[in-house]
């Protein structure tokens, strides 16, 4: 319906040529645009009502009080999986988990996933790629957390937390629930659980519309072969290439998508589009300046380093099964 809308527009009110790189270049844009905005809203809604019944302070106490046997690397990556942060926005809520004596590979599990998995990259993918894909995206994300979380709490970095840090963990917050929400019945949260859902996608909107218009252009008038003569899956290096390049650059997922789209589209290959999304929303270097107020530049170079590794094998995995 959406495809039949959007060439009504295109094609019989605008009058543009279905055959010429313009065409087919504005078609994309509205199609997209449409579709995604319209996921985006439904699903944000839904986790929003997930995260009204999921509070904060209940999992901060619930991990630091009791022995679950290496499942509050789920927890942790679950809820991230459930905030609509970008890496940057999930920070505060790392530091908080730091301050509040979260063990910090449980917290690493929650920073690592938040970015990655979130209602925008659920909707967006499953607009882009399909039930599909978008299902193995979410458990590798999530699996990726955890296994991140666990080989960093391993390590025993605490002692490359800044001294800022250390000094707060001396006088731990007690966690005694002074931010837990009422439990008001989900017919009355639902206006402002809706109201959240249109304030995410317009908070996303203009990122929505800039991706979408580069993506459109590359779709209508980037000749085909050019992708896939740097990024093919006969070049063995085409993965780690695209991750260690990415890692420079930020975008939020609704930023990456629509042009990871268009680089499927033109014969990259998925585990190598994927993995280049990874490390753009994942790891970037906006995300390290905030993480050295917590940490020390060898804890943070220690985090990229295992988590880049950790996208590049993802990527070769994405590429061998899809």
């Not at 490359?160 to 250390?166: F, Q, R, T």
């Not at 917050?173 to 019945?185: A, M």
């Amino acid at each position: 319906m959406i495809q039949r809308f959007a060439d009504w527009l295109v094609y019989d009110i605008f009058g543009l040529d279905a055959s010429t790189s313009l065409g087919e270049a504005i078609n994309f844009f509205f199609y997209d645009t449409i579709k995604i905005l319209i996921l985006l809203f439904f699903i944000s809604v839904i986790m929003g009502i997930i995260n009204a019944y999921f509070p904060i302070e209940r999992l901060r106490n619930y991990l630091t009080s009791r022995k679950l046997y290496g499942l509050q690397y789920f927890f942790a990556a679950l809820f991230g999986a459930i905030t609509p942060f970008c890496s940057c926005s999930s920070i505060p809520l790392f530091i908080g988990f730091v301050k509040g004596g979260i063990p910090l590979g449980v917290t690493f599990a929650y920073l690592i996933t938040s970015p990655l998995v979130n209602e925008v990259a659920v909707a967006m993918f499953i607009g882009t790629f399909g039930l599909r894909i978008t299902s193995i995206y979410v458990i590798s994300g999530i699996l990726l957390g955890m296994a991140g979380g666990f080989i960093l709490g391993k390590m025993k970095l605490e002692p490359y937390l800044s001294e800022w840090v250390k000094q707060i963990q001396q006088n731990p917050t007690s966690g005694s629930g002074t931010w837990e929400k009422e439990r008001t019945p989900i017919f009355r949260r639902l206006p402002v659980i809706i109201q959240e859902a249109c304030g995410i996608v317009k908070g996303v909107l203009l990122y929505i519309i800039l991706s979408i218009g580069i993506g459109a252009f590359m779709h209508g008038y980037v000749p085909e072969g050019f992708f896939e003569q740097y990024m093919s899956k006969e070049n063995w290096f085409a993965v780690p290439l695209s991750v260690i390049l990415a890692v420079p650059m930020y975008a939020n997922t609704a930023g990456i998508v629509p042009v990871i789209e268009v680089f499927v589209a033109k014969g990259v290959p998925i585990g190598t589009a994927i993995a280049f999304m990874m490390a753009v929303v994942g790891l970037s270097l906006p995300e390290a300046t905030l993480l050295k107020k917590v940490m020390t530049w060898r804890l943070v170079g220690v985090f990229f380093g295992l988590i880049t590794l950790f996208i590049i094998v993802l990527g070769y995995l994405y590429n061998a099964v899809l």
